[in-house]
Each structure stands twice: as structure tokens, then as C-alpha cells.
């Protein structure tokens, strides 16, 4: 089955290419150890050469969107050992990812530690969500930014993506946090200036530092900040 294999802070996530397929959702608390590469027969000790492949043991995982029908998720309580081939690029800086995520869950690393100290997760997503505004995401060569890279995220029901947000005198720009051993920049999403007919101050949690954007196309963006300051 082809599709796409995510990294997520708390799970691997396949979304297969046929929408009549479902999304499978492995947590990691749900694996029986972390993910190893592996190979056609099934040995565990395989490349990380492209072409080879992931290896995920899992004793639960969820289904959803079966038949691209939203509806309640199905959870399938049955040991199952999936394995992801990597097509156009080796799995090596996935892997080290995963274990680290992996580790990082099952010591309680998803959750923030006390006293403001950083949680280990944000230890490791920190070189992805450190990477500056790539000026070749500019609509207009000649555009220059008013603000500084914003740290934030791009919140919708389902996911929240970590990156960036730029200001300019027309639009307003927000980069994605760049990919497992990316070394460029991703492309950016934007909004024009003359499309936005309003803003209001929003909560994320119990955090006071989101911006929701509404567009003339009767839409909305919701943009998370790390600080009050920031979204000001």
C-alpha cells in the first residue's frame, strides 16, 4: 500500500495514498519496543539504505477515515507488526528520530517538566523549530519583513504544526517546522493582507497567546504563540 509514513510527538501516523484505505495511527505506548529497521524477510538487523524498511511492533492501533468516512475512530486491539518501505530516501534520520521520541515518551518526556525547565521532546524538536524564515517563501522578491521570526503553531482540530510566522507590508506568512534531516527550508503558507477582514485574541488551551485570522472566504486561521508577546 502506498502513502505517506509521519513523525508525530506522540505516534506514527500512515496515511496511505488510496482514500479508500484508513489512516493508521500507532502511539508509541502502544509499541512493544521501539522502531527498527528491518528488512524483506523480516530480520530486524536490515539497511537504512533507501529501499529499506521500518519496523513497528504494535499491541494496539487505531483506524480512521476508513473509506475517507469521518466518523468514531476504530481500535483494533490485536498485536500487529507493520513494516514501512522507504521509496525515495533512506530511513536512517527517521529512525533516529522515532527511538528518540520513543525513549523520550516512556520516560514522561511529552509532558512539560517543572520549574519552566524544557520538556526532553522540545530537546528534540528544537533544531526543526529553531530554522529561520527562508526568504525564498516571499510572494514578492522586493516584500521585507516587518517582525522577527514568530515562533508558533498553525492549529487545526486535528493537528498542530510547529514553525514560524513572518509579517510583511502585505501579507502575513507561516513557514512549517522543516522535515527530519531536511536541509531546506518548507514551503510556507500565506494570507494577503487585503483578505483578512478581521482578528480576535484567542486561548489555546489555558494559554492566552493565539490569533484567529478571518479571510473574506468565510474561513479562519488560528495561530498559537509561545508568549502573549509575540502574538501582540
Not at 2 to 30: A, K, M, Q, T, Y
Not at 81 to 86: E, G, I, K, L, S
Not at 160 to 179: D, H, M
Request: glycine share 10%.
Amino acid at each position: 500500500i502506498e502513502g505517506r509514513l509521519r513523525l508525530c510527538s506522540n505516534s506514527l501516523v500512515f496515511e496511505p495514498d488510496d482514500w479508500s484505505r484508513g489512516i493508521i495511527r500507532c502511539p508509541f505506548v502502544r509499541m512493544e519496543g521501539s522502531p527498527t529497521a528491518g528488512s524483506v524477510n523480516g530480520n530486524s538487523s536490515g539497511s537504512c539504505d533507501i529501499g529499506g524498511f521500518v519496523v513497528i511492533k504494535c499491541r494496539r492501533h487505531f483506524v480512521m477515515k476508513a473509506k475517507n468516512v469521518i466518523g468514531p475512530f476504530e481500535s483494533v486491539n490485536l498485536r500487529t507488526v507493520f513494516r514501512f518501505a522507504f521509496v525515495h530516501s533512506s530511513p536512517a534520520h527517521f529512525l533516529e528520530m522515532a527511538q528518540a521520541i520513543f525513549h523520550s515518551d516512556k520516560d514522561g518526556g511529552g509532558f512539560p517538566e517543572k520549574e519552566g525547565r524544557k520538556s526532553p521532546l522540545e530537546t528534540i524538536l528544537k533544531p526543526m523549530t529553531d530554522r529561520p524564515f527562508d526568504a525564498s517563501n516571499f510572494v514578492d522578491v522586493r516584500e521585507r519583513p516587518l517582525t522577527g521570526n514568530l515562533r508558533c503553531s498553525l492549529v487545526s482540530p486535528l493537528i498542530s504544526n510547529l514553525g514560524c510566522a513572518i509579517v510583511t507590508k502585505s501579507r502575513i506568512y507561516f513557514q512549517p517546522a522543516g522535515g527530519i534531516g531536511g536541509s531546506v527550508a518548507s514551503r510556507a503558507t500565506n494570507w494577503a493582507l487585503d483578505d483578512i477582514v478581521g482578528s480576535a485574541r484567542r486561548y489555546n488551551g489555558l494559554k492566552d497567546s493565539s490569533v484567529e485570522i478571518f479571510l473574506k472566504n468565510k474561513s479562519s486561521v488560528l495561530l498559537s504563540f509561545g508568549i502573549t508577546q509575540d502574538r501582540e
